[in-house]
Structures are given as C-alpha cells and as structure tokens.
C-alpha cells in the first residue's frame, strides 16, 4: 500500500537567471512494510530528496503526498512530529543526555497517542535495538558510533510513526556494524510495517533492499 | 520530557556554561542592584527628609532675580514690587491647601513694658543692650497657624474668635515667658508702650527725645514653646543652642493681633511718629522740598504680606508650586520647606543623578553582554536546536526552552546581585558620601532664618541628610531591581530569538 508520494517534484536552486535543477519532475510511490534504498552519486541530489520528503525543505514545483494528502496541507512542523522518524548519519543525538533522554525528547514532541508508561516504553525500544539499561542511562557521547545510531533509529522510531527515513545511516560505521543497522530496518519493514526509506552511495544495503531507486542527473530510477 | 525539563536538564548538565553565563549576569547585576540600591536611598533620603521638613510653601520676593534686573534698570527700585492680597487669596483657593495664613508684622521698641530676653552667657549678647522691643503678628486665621503647625502650644486661655479677627479688637496672645516678666495671665490688660526715640541726623545716634503710643491690648491667651521644640534643641551641638536661642528670643517675643488690629495699631503709631519726628519719615519732593508722610505712604509701603500654606501632603509641594507660579507677579516665587533639601542635598543628590545614570548604561551594557553570549552559546547548541526542530517541535517551544533556561540563570544571578549589590552599595555610597561632603566643604550646615514662615520649617544640615541616608533592602528595591534586571534579560533575549526563528533545520542537520 502506497504511503507516501512524490507528484512532479522538482527542486532547483536559482544561479542568477538560470536555474539549477537538483531534481526535475519526480514522481514516486513509497509503500508500507517495504525497506527502500535510494542510490546516487555525491552530489546527485539524494539529501535533497530526503530533506524534501521528510519536509526539512520545500519543493520548487510538484507535491509530496502522505497517505494521499499533501503535506503541505498536513503542515511540515506537524509531518515531521507524528508521521516521520529521521536517522541523520551523523547520529544527531543531543550530547548532555543519556540515551533514554533523547529517546523520550521525541516522545514528547510527538502528538500521536504513546503508552502511559513512556519511559517503559523508551527502555523497551532501546533494548529492541540493542541498547541494553545499562546504556540507555549513559550520556550519548559515552557511547560508541553504531550504539549513537542504534539511539538515532530509537529515537526515530520512539514517536511511532509510519516511515522511516534515513541519510547515510551507515556512512560512519564499519562494516559488521553496518550490517546490523540494515537488519535492524529490514526487521522495521517487514516485522513492524515501516516503511523504511535509506540514502546511501553503499551497494550492499541496496542488494537487501525491497525497492531501489538511483538518482541521476535530478531524475529517480527504479530498479525492480 | 517537554521544554521545561530540557531547559532544566540543560542548566544541570551544561554546568560550565550555565556558570558562565551566571557570573556575567552576576557581576553585571551587581552593578544593577548597586545602582538601584543607591538611587532607591537617595529617593528615600528626599522623601523622608522633605517629609520631615512638611508641606509648607510661602510666596516670597526673587531677590536674586530682581537685583539682577536692577542692575540694569535702576527704577526698578521706585517701583518696588508687591504682593498683591487677591494674588495670596487666589493661591489659598488652590485645592492642595489645608489651611493658610498670610500675616503683617511691625517690631515695636517698649521701654515700661518687659520682653523676654534668653540667659546670657559670658561673651555672648544677643541684641543691642537697653534696647527692648516685641515683634507684633497680625494674622488672619484665627487658629493660629503656629499653634496649628506645633510651633507653639496654649498654656492658658484661648486663641481669637472669628468676631475679634473681624472687629479689630485689641487682642493679643503672647508668651508665657512675657507674660512671666510683667506677671500678665490671660483675661489681663497689657498696654503696650510702642516708643520711637529720635535720631540726630548728625552724628547718627539716638536722642534723649521719644514718642511714645500706649496700645492697650486683652491677653486673651498665653503660649508657651512647643515641647517637641524643646527636645529638638537638647539635642543640638552648643553652636547650634546659640543659634536657636535667637531664634527662640524672636518667637517668645511675638505678640499675636489680629491682623486689622495690627493694621490700625500701627498705622495710628507710625503716623504719630512721623508727626513727631517728621525729619525721619519725609520723604524729598524733586525740588528738594521735604514730603510729609502721609496715611497714603504707611498703605503703600508699611504693610507687606506674608503668606503661609499649609498643603496637604508633602507631595503636593511641587504641583502646588507649578499651579501658583503662573499667578505671582515678576519678581515673586513660590518658596517651600522642601526647597531646604535642595540646597543641602546636593552630594546625595549628585550620587543619586550619577546611580540613575549608571542604571542606564549598565542596563545598555547587560541587554548587549547577555545577547552576544547567549547567541554564541547558541550557536555552539546550533546541532541541538536543529534536533528539536527536526522532530518537529515549535520554534516557539525551542525559543520557550531557551528563554526558560536564560531566566532561570538571571534570576539565581540576580536574587544574589540583590543582596551582593546591596553590600557593595553601602561601602561604595559610604565613600561617595564622604568624598562628596568632604569636597563640598562649603557644605552650609543650618541655615538659620527667622521669619514667620520658615519657623514652621525644620532645620536641615547635610549632616542629618547623610545620617538618614541608608542603603537597605526594602521590598521597593527588591521590586525595582528584578523588574529592571528581569526586563534588560528580556531585551537581550531578542537577538538570542531572532537567531532561533531563522535557523533552518535542513541547513543544520543535512
């Protein structure tokens, strides 16, 4: 099932008279319980299109649609609280608190209906992604890289929203850890019905990947 | 976790910057509170002070701007000013006036008669030897204003009726010392033998010759100096008693008439005078022919008013002031007990002029202090507040969190600079203070004037202003110095907002 949508997007940057195009009339359709990877190159436009998809951005022409309704319409402040979790690469957590704090800060940003038991529920999700108490009471910057990540993907998921959208999840970590983190979103697709949609240049988190995209010269390819 | 409890986490866990900006806030409030605390006591100081002196205004002659003028134009002395009766009832109508007065005055010599004189001590003569004399008051209120002000207070009898302020009756008040002397009590005749004696135009010295006027008067009461007088000269240094006991001489030697009375009484005194010595009197026609002094010479120039307001409050001193002021003619001011401060205040006052100053510019320093560290801690938190926004908080809950956290800061910094503040501005205004009032060595102590209005005046030294000025905590300073400091905090958080309101996340995190 669809759930999110891009219409005709296209994003340029205006140099001088002439305009930039990033991305050029791009549609696409992102389903739910399904792990998609969007390749590219450096510079080929893929933050771009997460920056506009998860609405840090504005599109220059077209629209995105979640769950058929322009996000626009939906508001992106109010998007990006209850119906997007965001997994920057470089981990983004805040360093003074612990790993349950950052957790439990998207938590209360959230307006979507979360268990009473909030702190519960943050521990829980943590251990999920291998976080065990322990951690989860340590500073962030007491933890390692892929653990920093494990957090990000938590606090991503904490709000419990429907898409999950990462940039270059694994572009800090090494290679067993980053084999990790994939399973971690495909078991988020297929086992909890996420729609995960991964950034990255790595060829090997596309071969696992359910739906693969390539960004080239400002237009999204599928390849089946 | 909602915005409060990361702004608390944020001051608890980032403690060196939440140090830092605490001890900029600190010191500067310091500068605040100390600023605050010295202008609040030299407010107090006016206000206790001025109270202290009551709420009592004159119309009086500008001297000072009408010898100026002079100068310049010497007929201005033919055509000496005057206070016009209409003008003094007119101010009397004014609504911040509780009761008024406005009184003449003659000073007849007496020779039968016995006026007071103080005990003297050896080397110290108050007044010329022989002469006697006693200072009449013509009033108009039958009260009596100086028993009414605590000037005076009745030891025996009574104070006028309205039908003898009316009738020129020759009734009369005088002291209990007076009285003592020509052994009177109320209900007595007193007959006053106003004596003029004559003058050789010579040598310049009084003759054996004199004319003299026996006024027959009713005591119908007898004052006596008012207690609180009497404490309040136990308490003054000896060169100070000297100079309370002329004062005194003057005020126990005061014979209270009605003021008609008076007019009458001297009128028919002064023209028997002329009459009697008309070389003293005449004045010089332009071809040098002498002029007798006529009934039409002792109105235009024998009776002055003085006039005396009693006004409600303290307060209403200045407003009073600027009301009656466009009444008066050129040349006359309104004069008041407060002005007294003024004139012996000014090292207070200067240190006050200066604390408001200081406020000014360490509110101006603080509100660009705070900003410029507040946006650089921003700016160091830039990866943080970019998290909030990608998770989609409001800008204007992250602009909560950062003003939360900003006051939190300012208001430990500052609950310390009021007490801290408070200390510094003691010792710092001790030395001011000192300096000042060193430097200011003409520093006229008591001003000593006799005159029917500044009687009611209290005496104020620089000394009494610097012993009732003190810096201490009162809740108005505590009020005025968080809302100052609470306010500069909320100007400098401007900046601090602007920068949150432009960040854009996108920018920040991708």
New interface residues.
Partial sequence: MTILETRNVSYYYQDGDQRRYILRDTSVSFEQGKFHVILGQSGSGKTTFLSLISALDKTAEGEILYKGKSIQEIGEESYRRNDVGIVFQSYNLIPYMTALENVMVAMSITDNKLPEDAKEVAYNLLDYIGIVKSKADRRVNKLSGGEQQRVAIARALATNVDIILADEPTGNLDEEMEGEIVEIFKDLAHNHGKCVIVVTHSGEIADVADQVYYLRKGKLTSYE | ??FV??AF??VT??KGKSFILLAVILILGNVLAGAVAIGQSTKNVEKQIKSQLGAIATLEMDWEGFDKDAQEDETLYENFPMLDRDVILKAGENPRVKYYDYTSSAWWNIEKLQSYRPEEEEGVVFGSEGDRYLSIKGIRYAPVLDIEEGLIELAEGRTFEEAEMEGEKYVCLISDKVAEANNLHAGDQMVIDATVRGWDQETGEQTEERYTQDIPFEVVGIYRQSQAKKQAKEDMSEEDKMNQQWVDEEQLNTVYVPADTLYEADKAFVLGSAEKFPENYSGIDDDGSSVPFTEEDYDAGYQSYTPCYILKSPEDIEAFRSEVDPLLPKYFKVVASSDQYDSVAKPVQNMGKMANLIIIIAAAATVLIIALVVILFLRDRK??L???L?????KGKVAGQILLEMFAIALIAMTLAVFSGNVLAGRLSENMLQTATEADAAGQDYIYSYSSTTMYMENVSLTDVNDAYEVVITPLYIGIFYLIGIGTVLIASVLPLIYILRLN??KI??
């Fill in positions: 976790m909602g409890k990361r986490l944020s866990r980032r990866h943080e970019g998290i909030y990608s998770l989609g908080e409001k996340p996108k995190m991708m």
